[in-house]
């Protein structure tokens, strides 16, 4: 059940982390961010005339009505394009909009470092810091994309307060696919994050599990004093004892005998048969 886990793991990390990089790099290489529309409204019959109509996205703003119809422009971030839009409203959408643009960058740069990362630790999984490291950058992947998205919908909702109520004018705007696309890239890059931390978690458990103890590599003394391993060495034994001789024994007889008063000769005699 672990090792099935740890692959279930395996392939929805790099499953979550692959979709997360080819959304959001659609998503950044696509003008579909957002859509806008405004004209004026004919007060007889009540109907509306499309004055612009347009489609932007991170590098490029493309017409679809209006006098620029046909015609795709880049965008300029030091510079103003030369185009002609209907109110200063809506060229001071596509103004702020652009300091969005380095958020989603960072993104993609860090979710394709850790869809790297992820894939090595898969090939190589004894390396088990990579699963780690391949979650923080799926995290801060997603942090970072999540930041532009709100910087994105912020500026958009500031001129759109700002905009003047005339009845006889209209404007709308939503956000396009290309958005809908870096805002699942978000959840699914975190997705990815999560399963890979979690998977380093595992693997470390596992690894920790199944390793040797380290007092099985020496050993071990015992507790109960310094000293014990010190009888091991022949340098430590006593010297042998030499066996004695029958004339020596003897002798030592006839001494203790002489000294020994008469009336404790024969239990003297008695204890020394004894002993030999």
């Given at each position: 059940?672990s090792?099935?886990?740890t692959?279930?793991?395996?392939?929805?990390?790099s499953?979550?982390?692959?979709c997360?990089?080819?959304l959001?790099?659609?998503?950044?290489?696509?003008d579909?961010w957002?859509?806008?529309?405004?004209?004026i409204?004919?007060?007889?019959?009540?109907?509306?005339?499309?004055?612009m109509?347009?489609?932007?996205?991170?590098?490029?703003?493309?017409?679809?009505a209006g006098?620029?119809k046909g015609?795709?422009?880049?965008s300029?971030?030091?510079?103003?394009p030369?185009?002609?839009i209907?109110?200063?409203?809506?060229?001071?959408i596509?103004?702020m909009?652009?300091?969005a643009t380095?958020?989603?960058m960072?993104s993609l740069?860090?979710?394709?470092t850790?869809?790297?990362i992820?894939?090595?630790?898969?090939?190589?999984?004894?390396?088990t810091i990579?699963?780690?490291?391949?979650g923080?950058?799926?995290?801060?992947?997603?942090?970072?994309l999540?930041?532009?998205?709100?910087l994105?919908?912020?500026?958009?909702?500031?001129?759109?307060m700002?905009r003047?109520?005339e009845?006889e004018?209209?404007f709308?705007?939503h956000y396009?696919?290309?958005?809908?696309f870096a805002?699942?890239?978000?959840?699914l890059?975190e997705?990815?994050?999560?399963?890979?931390?979690?998977?380093f978690?595992?693997r470390?458990a596992?690894e920790?599990?199944y390793?040797p103890h380290p007092?099985?590599?020496?050993?071990r003394?015992?507790?109960?004093?310094?000293y014990s391993?010190q009888?091991?060495?022949?340098?430590?034994?006593?010297?042998p004892?030499?066996?004695?001789s029958a004339?020596?024994v003897s002798?030592?007889?006839?001494i203790q005998l002489?000294q020994t008063?008469?009336?404790?000769?024969?239990l003297?005699l008695?204890?020394?048969?004894?002993?030999?």
């Amino acid at each position: 059940m672990s090792s099935f886990s740890t692959r279930a793991l395996t392939l929805l990390s790099s499953v979550f982390g692959a979709c997360g990089l080819l959304l959001v790099g659609v998503a950044v290489s696509t003008d579909y961010w957002l859509l806008m529309e405004e004209g004026i409204v004919l007060q007889q019959n009540q109907t509306t005339e499309v004055k612009m109509a347009l489609h932007s996205g991170l590098w490029r703003v493309c017409f679809v009505a209006g006098p620029e119809k046909g015609r795709c422009v880049a965008s300029e971030y030091f510079t103003e394009p030369e185009i002609e839009i209907t109110t200063e409203n809506t060229a001071n959408i596509l103004k702020m909009v652009r300091t969005a643009t380095p958020f989603p960058m960072i993104s993609l740069l860090f979710v394709f470092t850790a869809f790297v990362i992820s894939n090595i630790g898969h090939i190589r999984p004894q390396r088990t810091i990579l699963a780690f490291v391949s979650g923080i950058f799926f995290i801060l992947s997603g942090l970072s994309l999540v930041v532009g998205l709100v910087l994105y919908i912020s500026s958009i909702n500031d001129e759109v307060m700002n905009r003047p109520r005339e009845p006889e004018q209209f404007f709308h705007y939503h956000y396009g696919w290309s958005f809908a696309f870096a805002a699942s890239s978000f959840l699914l890059k975190e997705g990815a994050g999560v399963m890979s931390v979690y998977l380093f978690m595992k693997r470390y458990a596992e690894e920790e599990l199944y390793r040797p103890h380290p007092a099985l590599y020496r050993p071990r003394m015992s507790d109960c004093s310094d000293y014990s391993g010190q009888f091991l060495h022949p340098d430590s034994w006593p010297p042998p004892q030499r066996g004695r001789s029958a004339s020596d024994v003897s002798s030592d007889i006839s001494i203790q005998l002489n000294q020994t008063p008469p009336q404790h000769k024969h239990l003297l005699l008695s204890t020394m048969f004894l002993r030999i």
